[in-house]
């Protein structure tokens, strides 16, 4: 019965920190050709897409100002974001903001 509760406890735990890691998009529909297509197979953590030309108050939230943008938050607390150059695209591969979640996951243990 112990080990059963240490497990049921551990799965807990695993479940809130995954829960507390987000990505989110941001794009605007006509930039859509440059949207991030790999996001969604980013690992342990919440992924939510943003178009700035329909909720212009998240743009004003989060300062975007060019897009895409991709931002990590921990909870509501912005770690690393990555945004585009001036060709409207993402530089940053999928392996290193993979990394960044990794790291904060390794780091709530």
């Known amino acids: 019965m112990t080990r059963y509760l240490l497990c049921v406890l551990a799965i807990m735990i695993c479940s809130t920190a995954f829960t507390q890691v987000k990505v989110v998009h941001f794009n605007a529909g006509w930039n859509s050709s440059n ?6 197979n980013l690992e342990d953590c919440k992924i939510k897409k943003i178009d700035i030309a329909e909720d212009k108050k998240a743009q004003g939230k ?11 938050f921990d909870g509501s607390v912005e ?3 990555f945004e585009a150059d ?9 392996e ?3 990394e960044v979640i990794n790291k904060l996951l390794v780091n709530k243990f």
């Open 35 to 40: 949207d991030v297509a790999w996001v969604d």
């Open 62 to 72: 989060h300062k975007i100002s060019v897009v895409p943008t991709l931002i990590v």
């Open 79 to 81: 770690i690393k974001r």
């Open 86 to 94: 001036i060709s409207f695209s993402i530089k940053a591969k999928q």
């Open 96 to 98: 290193e903001i993979q």
